[in-house]
């Protein structure tokens, strides 16, 4: 047992015995305290200097060592009696520790890979991000701090350390530019920044989440973070760029990326995703080599990526695009299961291309198409084969937000009801859900499409599709009405 700090005050005052070293819990007394050295003198009869002297003087030295000796005696009595509670708290703590080890001893007794399982659906989903605070939250570092087998264990076993990061560039270039005290910092930053490139070195050659670094082109910021970036970005982050599975970068990032990234590294990305504004010095050389990228997606208008791997792609999501580089691009895209497409302006087979062609997908399941102008659609259904589509949205909107033209203002438009009959018959593809929102498509087109679709066809035409003051139809719903009116008036 460690000793016990002692605090003693002056004669007769209150004395102070800690019962912790770990707490504040202790024992006041008021006693006297030991007697002082110079107290403690014989009583022996100096003749040869008591000349001159009271005799007296024996005698009052031995009754004052006399109460000095039943001082000290009810101090003994004093501290037996302490050391007797002192002793009952050792073992209400001893009993303590029992009670915890018991706790603990299964648990360290469970195998070393059950273990490693339970750590591993912990640490499935770990995500930092500069506003996770406090990062004692996150399960590898938590893991690792609790004894020395679980911290042996998390640090031998790099599949908890694959993690996803989401990087604010304007949050990091305004926290450097906030005074200390503010709820983030320079030193939130810079621990942010340790924490990522320590799981970057615990993480081994693994393949990690999701990379976003992302930023808010509406503030000043960014153009600072621009200039600023080594001193923002954790040093490493780059470096292992090629080991992230998901990426979501700004047509700004992707520049420093470029003459950050070794071209020799294999890439492990899976899904690439860009935001952002069309620059003239825009490339996607970066992921030519990307020998795992399936999905794309780009929400920047006027960008047709180059030098990918379209072949095997099987997902696509683009912003507005002109009709005829879409074209060019998606015959190379003969893998795509799922397309999103935003098409703008009005090109004609006859115009822009020596000869019809055949856009062929055969793998494609799922269809969205969003078009400024309802004409494309004539040239689309007239081009498209996808035997295997399921789903299909066609749908109008105004390109670059500006509602200069509503579908009414098409007046000479109409639905391409041939287009779409050879489209059905030539694919013969099974639809289960066709919508079409914001066409000015009349009653009697839809009852048409009933027709020619499977009854198993879910067909919605959403609101704003020519029914302005009414609310989603379904045209099941339709149908029923049309029929239930028909037999009224037989």
Known sequence: MSSLPITLSAMDTEVRVSLCPSCDRSISCTTTVFPAAEDFQPPQDHSSEAHGTDDASPLSRARRAKHQACAIKSEIARLKSLTKELKAHHRSLVELSKQQLALVAPVQQLPVELL?????????????????????????????????????????????????????LSALASAYSRPRGSWIGWDEVSTFKRLVSLYLSRSGCRPLGSLNISASYNEPALK?????????????????????????????????????????????????????????????VLFSGAAHLTSWSQYV??????????????????????????????????ALKRLELSLYREFTMEEDLCEPEILELPHLVSFRLCVDNPCILDDILDILDTPC??????????????????????????????????????????????????????????????????????????????????????????MSEISKSDSESA
């Not at 700004?250 to 590294?265: C, D, F, G, H, P």
């Not at 047709?304 to 005829?324: D, E, F, H, M």
């Not at 498509?441 to 609101?463: F, H, N």
Request: charged share 30%.
């Open 116 to 168: 490693h399982e339970i750590f591993l659906h912990a640490c499935a989903d770990e995500e930092i991000m500069l506003r996770t605070i406090p990062y004692t939250i996150l399960s590898a570092m938590s893991f690792s701090r609790v004894c020395r087998t679980w911290r042996n264990i998390a640090l031998n076993d790099s599949r908890l350390w694959t993690f996803s990061t989401i990087i604010d």
């Open 224 to 284: 600072a973070a621009v200039d600023e970036e080594p001193k923002l970005l954790p040093p490493s982050i780059f470096k292992h760029f090629h080991r992230f599975r998901d990426i979501s970068l700004t047509n700004s990032v992707i520049k420093w990326a470029e003459l950050r990234v070794r071209a020799s590294q294999e890439s492990l990305v899976k899904s690439v995703k860009i935001v952002g504004h069309n620059e003239p010095d825009m490339s996607t």
């Open 301 to 334: 208008d006027d960008f047709v990526p180059v030098n990918l791997p379209l072949s095997q792609l099987t997902r696509i999501v683009t912003g507005w695009i002109s009709y005829i580089p879409a074209f060019t691009a998606l015959t190379q895209c003969r």
């Open 389 to 478: 589509l399921k789903k299909l949205k066609l749908s109008w909107a105004p390109y670059s937000g500006v509602d200069a033209r509503l579908t009414d203002d098409f007046s000479d438009w109409e639905w391409p009801k041939d287009e779409f009959s050879r489209f059905m018959d030539e694919t013969k593809c099974k639809l289960e859900s066709f919508t079409l929102e914001d066409l000015c498509i009349p009653p009697g087109v839809e009852v048409e499409l009933r027709k020619q679709l499977p009854q198993s066809t879910r067909i919605v035409v959403e609101e704003n599709s020519g029914w302005s003051d009414e609310e989603d139809l379904d045209l099941d719903d339709l």
